[in-house]
């Protein structure tokens, strides 16, 4: 059954239906945001990022998007997602920016495709309606069949089918009209016959208006009117407005959720603290704007462009945002009366009447009156709700005393060629009878203009810096323009500022006229600089303010939006919609002004807000008993998608390129869209980047981006083993990686091609040849991304032929793809052990090509301006902390080599003046960048690690300047530590290379300066086994005994490896372009010695063991995580560091202890199998790492006693930051090992008391479905903050809380390899509780109890258990399989045989999975 979905309407139609009276908007408004979110997880995921859905070049000022009351029409009354084709036309966004044509609109192939069921088995949907259980997951394979190119994020790949060929690529369907676009500028001329019909309407509409007014005239206000009535009256505050402005019951009965899936907070502002964030998703042809909120206030607390140095509203940290945002941030007062009344001037979510409980406890008098003193303030304060929504944020306030509700709603603005945050301030009048008539200010008490990098200078010399400030008209009193007169920098070179902030605001329904911005404070707050009453207003009209003048030099300007005068009738509202974002010019400012004035436009933003999130997330879409769990796993999925990115596929020209992965097309590239570093209100150190750009993305730290792109692969098996070569392209040669990832750079060498590709988008006619010229060269001169692609091309005004998507696919399978990161100071000890995780994602669906992957590909080496000192140039001898006496210090361990940095300018390129790609790779003396497989570049690695072991070979040195994963042990680098997780993470390498080793018997040939240092490190080991050490050590019959003082033997063993290793980095500036080839058998002996080593340091460690407060964790038998090392014995060498003290060589050196850490338990359980996990558990459980009264796990044990030297942990509060909290990234990597190894009873109840969701709400103080950094643990001094979130979302936590939903839902290799056939099959094995299954009453014995998930973004999975029972890893009975051809697939047995499991990995074909236990 093909199903087109409903037609569009033509426009005359839209625009009639979109003509609503401004007083009788209440009914119409429930409509208009029950529409967008119903059914929402039902759309077909090709309907949200779209390579079509680009902004448009021109502004048509007649063009109607059409109200959110004309959506209802054109949605299906129907769930099921084939009927959603309709939805999915009207829901695109507006059409190409810079096209001469209108794109393809109609169209809707995608980087993973979209599917249909063409042919139809009615026998066999009937069977399957009664197998697929009442809330069925959505069916993201509907819509129409569709062959164009359409960037969207991952869901299901369209390959030609056997069953329903492909339509010629030049073949489109075509709309009633002819016409190949559903744009919603453009909408299609239906028959004469419908237009005739729509005239009839058209009559009957008029009549009944004139009706209407008839009624009005004569009966009196629309109070009396059955129009004028809101059924569910909010004067008890029992509703809200939601999205545009409808009205919503609030949250569900028994459920934390509004009726759009928001998570709700009840008195939200008087609540703890907390910030939280907009994502800045705007769309692949969007231009994000940041956005920040907070619990105080009208919620929003800083907003602005790219990055906190280009506020609109100015960045504060969190600790400042919970004090000034009521007060700087968005304001909303009233000035009015009720037909004649008291008049008065209120202000919606004032702070002085937030709704305290200490406002209702009562005076503890002995024997007195126990009456609560400020009951009356109480009673009387207004009631406040927070609406949080993973694309936008809504406050609500319910006035009972002046009987005005106040609903704002915040989202960002997509799918345009400009960024605005949007405001959508709603007012109802809640009384029912009495008409309020209002005046109103609404908007922004401090707006900073455009001028460069503000952030710091309004925090130092922002005073003086108002002396460049100023706003100027770009057309009367409705667009202000604020910018200053020129960059404020003292320089020769003086640059005028052009750019500038703007505020376009206007009431709904009336679009077309703009209210006027109040910009000067002082006309609204008069002589209170504090900005606490709007002291203007008390003797001044709205409309005085507004007709007298307004002065914005030399000062901080506001930006209020203006309503001089207003009648709310009975149940009534209206709605005042502003922009708030950046301009390149002043006269940009207009052209936004007729684009957000189309009618329905807000609306339609805010549908298309919603449903970008929508479509990220219904990539792992679950359904479980448990509604939070389910809503949790999307929520962590989106964050772990804002750090890591989201991967699309460009390059889709034909229908090969878009059936096959990334790795069997090299047309195909992979780009990853939406990332940034984690960097918010909590997390000021950081400094993120939002690149206001079409696909906006930006830089990310190595291990972020490394470990939150962990299951790319498994959620979207189409990018192949990208990741892993990406991250192995950074792995440097001296063992160390970069700190910065940026989005790959794409480039074109072949200029014919450029010539060709500019010809085709541009046009032949001689007209076009300068534009032609133009792009050419853009394309040929140096790396880009398509980001800066487009912008240039909108810089130099190149008017393209195609749509945006042709011309990025063309360029994308044209180009090369390459790597990019910057260096920063110092090298992470712990960014290598992200490796072998990737790797493992990859042969969790590939399991066959992991020889290919390993030793047939070649790969180049990052080449750093960076490098490690030797020992002798930075052990620094220094005076001790209490001024008496000495010691040894490792400072400064990493600089700037000027060789190096002369070796990276040898490649600038002439014309532009930047780096050129090449300059990033290590070299060889000839001057070829050097390459070598991904197998010799892990035993590269392996050799660069085993020689970085500490003097008693257990830990791995912190030689770089940075420690590991726990960054607050900044000191140790400083006491020459050393980290055990690193070593156990080397031996993971270790076995990894010897397992493929003995697998495929292939050679490995590595640089031969790396075989030199081999060599070294093997003569070492022999002089080591030959020592008196090592005889006491095979001649023992007990448990050796270890003193602090490293022995004499193992010293001269790392002395000397620690000199080979130094001297292969003095010589590898430039490799010699001479190799060496090991054979298999040369590798196993390598290996083999090497992981004994590793295996006798670990038992040092243990014999070491652990020194803290708590006695009883030195004897827990727990592995110790750190060690640091005194140098008891030096001598000068003659040299002094810049800061005049002297450099040392060590002679001897002595170990130091730390307390326990969570992470060395963790890196260790990778190493162990399962009976070993459990007595580490319940080891661990009894130690001092256990919160007993949180039931969770902190990071470290009490750290009393420690040193301050150990780094910036121990200057923070017990139970607070990184000292002795709950540090979640940790906690549920542990979890993840658990699980991990089979011990799933023992996860399962550690996820009941220590995991999001599961932990009470009101303690965690936030959303349960966002995951903090930290939480405060029991060892905090303050009770009250024990327990509670700080620093929420965009951390690690995410990564490893989608390797646990993976083992749960999908099972630790649902492909693997047929020892028998050699051929790949698959299974699916879960691990679910019970409790996680929802019971189906009406289902069959045997699917009585379910869960269901989204396999590859797209494929429906469902689970059936016949009785409540535990499924730890059992396997199937049974499959059935569904097609999208209608028919179906029965597996008896555990697996899934090889030609099937295939084609579920290419997902093209796949509908459904359905397994019975």
């Known amino acids: 059954i093909m199903n087109a979905g409903p037609e569009v309407p033509d426009e005359e139609n839209v625009r009639a239906s979109e003509v609503t009276p401004l007083h009788v908007n209440t009914s119409s408004s429930r409509k208009q945001d029950n529409l967008p979110t119903q059914k929402l997880n039902n759309l077909p995921n090709t309907v949200l990022i779209s390579k079509s859905q680009s902004p448009s070049s021109t502004i048509d000022s007649n063009v109607s998007y059409g109200s959110a009351t004309d959506f209802p029409s054109n949605l299906p009354a129907s769930a099921d997602a084939s009927s959603s084709s309709g939805y999915n036309d009207i829901m695109e966004s507006p059409g190409n920016r810079s096209s001469a044509t209108t794109p393809n609109m109609s169209n809707l192939s995608s980087i993973v495709y979209n599917r249909k069921i063409d042919i139809h088995n009615e026998e066999g949907e009937e069977k399957l309606q009664r197998r697929i259980p009442k809330h069925r997951l959505s069916n993201n394979n509907g819509g129409s069949r569709s062959e164009s190119n359409m960037h969207t994020l991952p869901s299901i790949p369209d390959i030609p089918s056997p069953i329903s060929p492909p339509r010629p690529l030049d073949e489109t369907p075509s709309l009633p009209n002819g016409r190949n676009d559903r744009s919603p500028r453009s909408f299609p001329r239906n028959s004469g016959v419908k237009t005739s019909f729509t005239i009839c309407v058209l009559v009957f509409g008029l009549i009944l208006c004139i009706c209407t007014l008839l009624q009005y005239f004569i009966l009196g206000s629309p109070a009396s009117l059955p129009f004028g009535k809101n059924d569910n009256s909010n004067a008890g505050g029992d509703e809200f407005s939601g999205g545009i402005n409808g009205h919503f019951s609030g949250r569900n009965p028994g459920s ?3 009726e759009l899936g928001r998570y709700v907070i009840d008195n939200y502002d008087a609540v703890p603290t907390f910030s939280d964030f907009l994502p800045g998703v705007a769309g692949i042809y969007g231009k994000p704007i940041w956005s920040f909120y907070v619990n105080r206030g009208q919620g929003i607390a800083s907003f602005g462009v790219k990055s906190k140095d280009y506020p609109i509203m100015e960045f504060q940290s969190a600790n400042n945002a919970y004090q000034s945002t009521a007060l700087l941030g968005f304001r909303t007062f009233y000035k009015g009366h009720r037909g004649g009344g008291t008049p008065f001037l209120i202000e919606p979510f004032d702070p002085s009447r937030t709704k305290y409980e200490q406002l209702n406890a009562p005076l503890q008098k002995d024997g007195g009156d126990d009456t609560p003193p400020h009951s009356a303030e109480w009673e009387s304060a207004p009631t406040r709700t927070m609406y949080i929504g993973s694309n936008e944020m809504q406050i609500r306030e319910v006035d009972h005393v002046h009987r005005i509700e106040t609903n704002v709603t915040y989202f960002t603005l997509s799918e345009e060629d400009f960024g605005a945050l949007v405001r959508k301030t709603t007012i109802t009048n809640t009384d029912k009878e009495k008409a309020l008539h209002l005046s109103i200010l609404d908007g922004l008490a401090r707006m900073q203009p455009v001028g460069g990098k503000l952030n710091g200078l309004l925090k130092s010399i ?11 008209a770009a057309d009367g009193k409705t667009m202000p323009f604020y910018r200053l007169s020129t960059e404020p920098a003292d320089t020769a070179a003086v640059v005028i500022e052009e750019a500038g902030h703007y505020c376009l605001s206007f009431m709904e329904h009336q679009e077309n006229e703009l209210l006027p911005i109040i910009y000067d404070t002082t006309k609204v707050f008069g002589g209170d600089t504090m900005l606490l009453r709007p002291m203007g207003l008390y003797g001044k009209s709205v409309k005085d303010i507004i007709d007298g003048p307004q002065y914005g030099s030399s000062k901080t300007s506001s930006a209020f939006a203006a309503v001089d005068d207003v009648t709310i009738y009975p149940g009534q509202s209206i709605t005042l919609l502003s922009f708030y974002g950046r301009a390149d010019r002043i006269t940009d400012v207009p052209v936004f002004s007729r ?16 449903e970008l999130v929508a479509q990220i997330t ?10 939070l769990f ?10 772990n998608s804002l750090r890591g990115g989201i991967p699309v596929l460009l390059g889709e020209i034909d229908d090969r390129s878009r059936s096959e992965s990334a ?16 960097g918010d209100l909590e997390r000021d150190y950081n400094n993120f980047v939002l690149e206001p750009t079409y696909f906006s993305q930006g830089p990310g730290n190595f291990r972020d981006v490394a470990q939150n792109r962990r299951k790319d692969v498994v959620i979207n098996p189409r990018i192949g083993s990208f990741n892993v070569k990406l991250f192995l392209s950074f792995l440097q040669a001296d063992g160390y990686n970069p700190l910065s990832v940026e989005a790959v750079v794409f480039t074109i060498e072949d200029k014919a091609q450029c010539e060709r590709i500019s010809t085709t988008v541009v046009g032949h006619a001689d007209g ?5 010229e133009a792009l050419a060269l853009i394309l040929c001169d140096g790396p880009f991304r398509p980001g800066q692609l487009m912008s240039m091309i909108e810089e130099q005004n190149i008017i393209l032929l195609t749509s945006p998507s042709e011309l990025i696919d063309d360029v994308a399978a044209t180009a090369e793809i390459s790597p ?3 260096t920063k100071d110092g090298f992470w000890a712990d960014h290598w052990t992200y490796y072998i995780d990737l790797v493992n994602s990859f042969l969790q669906i590939y399991p066959e090509k992991e020889e290919s992957l390993l030793y047939d590909q070649m790969l180049p080496y990052f080449f750093s301006p960076r490098i490690v000192r030797p020992r002798a140039e930075k052990y620094v001898l220094s005076t001790s902390f209490d001024g008496f006496g000495h010691h040894v210090r490792q400072l400064d361990p990493s600089y700037e080599s000027p060789s190096r940095v002369k070796k990276m300018k040898q490649f600038i390129n002439n014309s532009s003046g930047w780096f050129e790609i090449k300059a990033n790779y290590q070299h060889d003396v000839a001057g070829n960048v050097f390459k070598s497989t991904p197998i010799a570049k892990l035993f590269l690695l392996a050799t660069l690690k085993f020689s970085t072991r500490d003097p008693y070979g257990m830990g791995i040195e912190y030689e770089g300047g940075k420690p590991g994963w726990n960054d607050a042990m900044n000191g140790l680098v400083g006491m020459v530590g050393s980290g055990l997780p690193e070593t156990y993470e080397l031996k993971v390498l270790l076995n990894y290379i010897q397992k493929v080793n003995d697998k495929y018997q292939r050679p490995v040939t590595v640089p031969k300066e790396l075989a030199s240092l081999i060599g070294n490190i093997s003569d070492a080991l022999d002089l080591l086994e030959m020592s008196d050490y090592a005889k006491s050590l095979k001649n023992a019959t007990n448990t050796p005994t270890l003193t602090s003082t490293v022995p004499s033997d193992l010293f001269q063993y790392w002395d000397s490896v620690a000199t080979a290793r130094e001297y292969y980095r003095e010589v590898t500036n430039v490799f010699s372009g001479k190799t060496h080839e090991f054979s298999s058998t040369s590798v196993a002996k390598i290996i083999e010695r090497w992981i004994e080593q590793v295996n006798m340091g670990i038992e040092r460690a243990m014999i070491l063991g652990n020194h803290g407060y708590n006695k009883a964790d030195m004897k827990s038998g727990i592995t110790p995580t750190y060690f640091s090392f005194n140098i008891t014995k030096w001598e000068l060498t003659g040299k002094k560091n810049p800061d005049g003290h002297p450099f040392v060589r060590a002679k001897k050196i002595a170990v130091g202890e730390f307390p326990l850490f969570l992470e060395g338990v963790v890196r260790m359980m990778k190493t162990i199998d399962k009976d070993e996990v459990q007595s580490v558990y319940e080891k661990v459980k009894a130690s001092g790492l256990r919160d007993k009264g949180l039931g969770m796990y902190t990071l470290s044990s009490s750290l009393v006693g420690q040193s301050y030297d150990m780094g910036r942990m121990m200057a923070f509060s017990p139970g607070w930051l990184e000292n002795q909290s709950v540090w979640m990234h940790m906690s549920y990597k542990y979890y993840l090992e658990l699980i991990r190894k089979g011990l799933y009873t023992e996860f399962f109840d550690e996820m009941k008391s220590g995991m999001l969701p599961f932990i009470n709400d009101e303690t965690y103080g936030r959303s349960l479905l966002e995951c903090s950094s930290f939480i405060a643990s029991s060892a905090f001094v303050d009770p009250s903050m024990r327990g509670k979130g700080f620093l929420a979302r965009l951390s690690g936590s995410t990564a490893e809380f989608l390797s646990m939903w993976v083992l749960m839902m999908i099972g630790p290799n649902p492909f693997f390899m047929n020892n028998e056939t050699g051929l790949v099959e698959m299974q699916l094995v879960p691990a679910l509780p019970s409790w996680l299954f929802r019971e189906d009453p009406s289902a069959g014995r045997n699917e009585k109890f379910v869960v269901q998930y989204k396999l590859f973004t797209s494929i429906n999975v469902v689970y059936y258990i016949s009785e409540s029972r535990d499924l730890f890893g059992v396997r199937p009975m049974r499959y059935e399989i569904g097609l999208r051809d209608g028919s179906r697939i029965k597996v008896d047995g555990p697996t899934i045989p090889s030609d099937l499991a295939t084609n579920i990995r290419r997902v093209v074909f796949i509908d459904f999975i359905h397994a019975w236990y």
């Open 256 to 258: 934390l959720f509004d």
């Open 618 to 627: 219904s990539g792992v879409e679950t359904v479980t008993s448990n509604e």
């Open 820 to 822: 990019m990161a910057v």
């Open 663 to 678: 790795d069997d097309d090299d047309r195909i590239k992979v780009y990853h869209l939406f990332s940034r570093v984690h």
């Open 768 to 772: 076009h040849r300068a534009q032609r």
């Open 630 to 639: 389910d809503k949790h796993v999307q929520q962590m999925y989106l964050d």
């Open 462 to 472: 922002g005073r003086t810096l108002e002396g460049w400030m100023g706003v100027y």
């Open 595 to 610: 684009r957000i004035n189309q009618l329905g436009f807000p609306q339609y933003k805010l549908a298309r807000a919603r």
